[in-house]
Structure formats: C-alpha cells, structure tokens
C-alpha cells in the first residue's frame, strides 16, 4: 500500500476511523501499522511506502510506545523521500519533543500549543486562515501551533502557524493542528460556521497532497 497509517498505542481509535474514512472516500489505498510493528520495520521497509500518517492521540504515549531505534528509522525514511503527515499528535511527535516523550525530531523545532490552552480551552471551533485569504473552520483539540519551522498553509486566529509543509531531506512532511477529518459527532455541543463535510474534503486535498 502507498500509504501507511499509525493505529498504535496512544493513538487515538476515534481519530484513526476518521482518517480512515477520508482515505476510502478518495479510494487511496493504504495499510496500519501499530506500535509492536513499527518498532519491527526497517527504514528501507518504510520507505516501501510513499506516505507515513500519524494521526492525533496522546502525543507522549505514542512516542513512549516506539523504541529509540524506531525514531531514528522513521527519521532516515523520510529523509530519504518517504512523506508525513503529522495530524495534530502527529504533529507534535514531528517537532523536538525529546524531553517530554521519544519524538521523531524531524523539524529540530519544539511545538507549543495553540495558545487558547492557556485559557483552559481543550476543544473548541477555530477558524483557519488559507494564504489565500479563504477561511474554514475546523474541530481543535489540545493541538500544537507550528512557529518557527516550514511554509505557513494556514493559520490560527491569533496568526500563529496552524498548518504547514516543508521538506525534510527528500521527504514531504504536512503537519496539521488541527482536525479536518473530525466526522459530524465529534462536534456535539459546538456550534460551527463550516459544515463538517467541507472540513473533510479539506482533509482530502491535505491528504492527497502530502501523497503526490
């Protein structure tokens, strides 16, 4: 399969089904692979496929899932052309997180979050800024601001870098902080402007373009 998709430990089961779910409805052919696994898999397997996606989760136990060993491979793969996109927790575990968990460290840049964390906000609508001027609201939770590393795609209201890409080596990484592919039930007691479906062809042509 081109893709590969992260289901392991500290991923989150919700987050995974819903990427999932965009992967078929563009009909892109893909495989999972959980924590036991990618600590099994060599660089040159990973680089058997196109594109690594680790979705979002609990970012420290997603990298205390993976060995040492694991992040390295992960590392020299993507430097070597394999792609990523890092949604949320993946986007953590693609910044310098070594203090606080086994991160891959592909950007060499620490990521904070989002600053309304600050204010005690977990999970909230956020409107999200294209470099076009275009904005789309999108589901946020507890998810990482980009400051410092790659092309800004889109940004948070506060003009913090919410969506970004750059090149690592001869690899493509997209890291997202927040969740285009939240289906309509993720978003119970909030009150959003974009309707969940034009978040998720969004998170279609993230997808496809973190592929291609």
Not at 120 to 131: C, D, L, M, R
Not at 134 to 163: C, K, M, N
Not at 180 to 193: D, H, K, L
């Amino acid at each position: 399969a081109p893709i590969l998709l992260f289901c392991g430990t500290g991923s989150s089961f919700n987050d995974v089904k819903a990427v999932e779910a965009v992967l078929k409805e563009r009909q892109l052919k893909y495989a999972t692979v959980d924590s036991r696994q990618l600590n099994a898999m060599s660089a040159a397997q990973l680089m058997a496929h196109r594109l690594f996606i680790v979705p979002g989760g609990n970012y420290i136990t997603m990298g205390n899932s993976l060995t040492p060993e694991t992040s390295t491979n992960v590392r020299n793969a993507v430097q070597g052309g394999l792609n990523y996109l890092g949604i949320c927790a993946g986007g953590f575990l693609a910044g310098d997180a070594r203090s606080n968990t086994n991160s891959f460290n592909l950007t060499g840049v620490r990521f904070d979050f989002y600053a309304v964390v600050k204010r005690g906000i977990h999970k909230t609508p956020v409107a999200i800024t294209g470099s076009d001027g275009s904005s789309l609201e999108h589901y946020w939770e507890d998810g990482p601001q980009f400051t410092g590393w790659g092309d800004v795609v889109g940004r948070y209201p506060d003009g913090t870098p919410a969506i970004v890409e750059g090149a690592c080596g001869k690899g493509l990484m997209l890291l997202c902080g927040v969740h285009p592919e939240a289906p309509e039930n993720w978003r119970s007691g909030m009150s959003f402007t974009t309707n969940a479906s034009a978040a998720n062809a969004y998170a279609g042509t993230l997808l496809q373009a973190a592929l291609d």
